[in-house]
């Protein structure tokens, strides 16, 4: 590698290192990965009023539970941890650790009397994903290395005392304890409720779904989605919030959790166990479908640009890894071979196309998704049978909403023209362009001289603390409406039944406010015949 460019991923690497979501409780962790134990304690030491998005108490007993664990003082590790149970922390997080960092109070007799009585089998979990018209999948965190049971039962319409099926996983260490099973062979669109055993025993996890609408047919479904939902306690209300709106899925596009440390795999656990314990997010995962993927704070820094190589930062694969066993999503990329977070899925005849934005992201050469992910793009472009066919990033589309920055696909413009002169040459009919990145809640119109404008739908507010500025007058795309005076999400309402489909865009609030909303007919991103 040459020197200049050397420089340049260095600059890159650094220079994003400012944390658009302030947290004291990650950045303790921090802290405590690189044996900064005194000032971890200074900084959760500090008066609310003096932190962006404040932890709680229970959360900051947590914090020097770990500092102290990690400095071998067990006693004190477990005053700490019992002090942060009497104020409300989940018993899950002593379970779930970091490991690490928790191993010598996980060892302590004291700790393990104590625990005894109110230990859980299930840690995490379950989380709903990769739905489909005949499948499900169920994600979980076992306290062990344990078996896991699913058993399905008929829905909302009976007495639900049948079971229609079955099947089992085994959690390991080596995935961090968690698996995934699987169920096939269901009925689209409809109800199902599910158990959960762990070693043959049940656990009080117990959930219903539905599947989704048959495949490649006209169908009536909602969906939400969004980015920017770093840790916030007062915010974390949301996830009740979206539960209200009978949604088929959500995506979550990005800043999912808000690690900011790709070289410390404590810090980005302690990130994903923080949130898998809330209850409410436990709640709305059992029974809704998710579909993420990754941005800048989930996978490196502030903007970062990993480069092109697949191991190259070192940490990139671990990064990856850790992402795989913290979520449900169909695929990841091309997998150990091509690691990325890319996938697609459909819900009845709309297309759902999934892009990794950080990977591959290379600025010396133009390309945000790199070789094989463009190739395997195009090839899903092509084959698409989608009415709607949305194109899912998890940075914005439009020119001139993140002035200055070349993070947005602004830092691309020839790669992003070769995809939109593409979809026109081959005259790509129902394009909707998806994206998050900027905190609040956008819609707006890229104007193409040739074949039908774009619409980027934008949203990245979910629970964050943090706000941009609506810019409404950028140069290269015109500003519709848009929301940033609290948390909001992307709320869309698909009909493809009638004879021009449409899609309703609503910008949702926190406390589930419609602040505005728009109507897209297909025809209007049709090429003319």
């Known amino acids: 590698m040459h020197i200049k460019r050397i420089t340049v991923l260095l600059f890159l690497f650094l220079s994003g290192t400012a944390l658009a979501q302030h947290d004291p409780g990650r950045n303790a962790v921090r802290l405590i990965a690189t044996k900064k134990i005194k000032d971890a304690r200074e900084l959760v030491a500090q008066p609310p009023r003096k932190m962006n998005s404040p932890i709680d108490a229970a959360e900051r007993f947590f914090v020097l539970a770990l500092a102290a664990c990690v400095q071998r003082d067990s006693v004190a590790a477990l005053q700490y941890a019992q002090q942060a149970i009497r104020r409300g922390l989940p018993v899950e997080r002593l379970q779930a650790g970091p490991r690490i960092m928790l191993q010598n109070l996980q060892d302590y007799s004291a700790f393990k009397g104590w625990m005894k009585a109110q230990e859980k089998a299930l840690v995490h979990g379950p989380l709903l994903g990769a739905v489909t018209d005949s499948k499900a999948r169920f994600w979980v965190r076992t306290a062990n290395e344990s078996k896991v049971r699913i058993e399905i039962r008929p829905g909302k319409s009976s007495n639900g005392e049948n079971v229609l099926g079955s099947e089992t996983g085994l959690t390991s260490e080596s995935e961090d304890f968690t698996s995934v099973v699987s169920l096939a062979g269901l009925a689209p669109e409809t109800h199902y409720d599910y158990k959960v055993y762990v070693d043959d025993q049940p656990v009080s996890a117990e959930g219903t779904f539905r599947t989704f609408p048959r495949e490649h047919v006209p169908a009536r479904f909602r969906i939400a989605f969004g980015g920017g939902a770093g840790y916030t306690p007062q915010n974390e209300r949301m996830w009740t919030t979206l539960q209200s709106h009978d949604l088929t899925a959500l995506l979550l596009l990005g800043d999912n959790v808000y690690i900011d440390d790709p070289e410390h795999v404590e810090t980005q656990r302690y990130c994903y166990y923080r949130r898998q314990s809330q209850p409410d997010w436990r709640q709305l995962t059992a029974s ?67 892009l990794d934005c950080r990977y591959y992201r290379d ?7 790199g070789v094989e992910q463009k ?23 439009s020119p001139g909403v993140k002035p200055g920055s070349k993070d947005t696909w602004d830092g691309f413009a020839k790669e992003r023209e070769e995809i939109f002169s593409t979809i026109e040459k081959y005259k790509i009919n129902g394009l909707l362009l998806l994206s998050a990145d900027r905190h609040r809640t956008d819609m707006r119109k890229i104007y193409r001289k040739t074949g039908y404008d774009f619409y980027d739908l934008m949203s990245s507010k979910l629970t964050n603390v943090h706000t941009h500025d609506l810019v409404q007058n950028a140069e290269g795309s015109e500003f519709i409406m848009g929301y940033n005076a609290d948390c909001s999400f992307g709320f869309l309402e698909f009909d493809t039944m009638p004879a021009d489909p449409q899609v309703k865009f609503s910008i949702v609030n926190i406390d589930n406010e419609i602040i505005d909303s728009r109507i897209l007919q297909l025809s209007q991103l049709s090429n003319k015949k």
Request: glycine residues 8%.
């Open 288 to 354: 809704l479908p998710v579909f993420s993927i990754y941005d800048d704070h989930d996978f490196a820094t502030n903007d970062c640009v990993p480069g092109a190589e697949i191991d190259k930062p070192l940490w990139k694969r671990s990064v990856w890894q850790v992402f795989k066993q913290n979520w449900n999503n169909p695929n990841y990329g091309g997998g150990e071979k091509q690691p990325g977070c890319w996938y697609d899925f459909y819900i009845g005849d709309v297309h759902f196309i999934m």
């Open 363 to 369: 600025l010396e050469k133009g390309s945000m998704l």
């Open 375 to 397: 190739k395997w793009l195009f090839s899903t472009l092509f084959a698409s049978r989608g009415r709607f066919k949305l194109l899912v990033s998890s940075v914005p589309w």
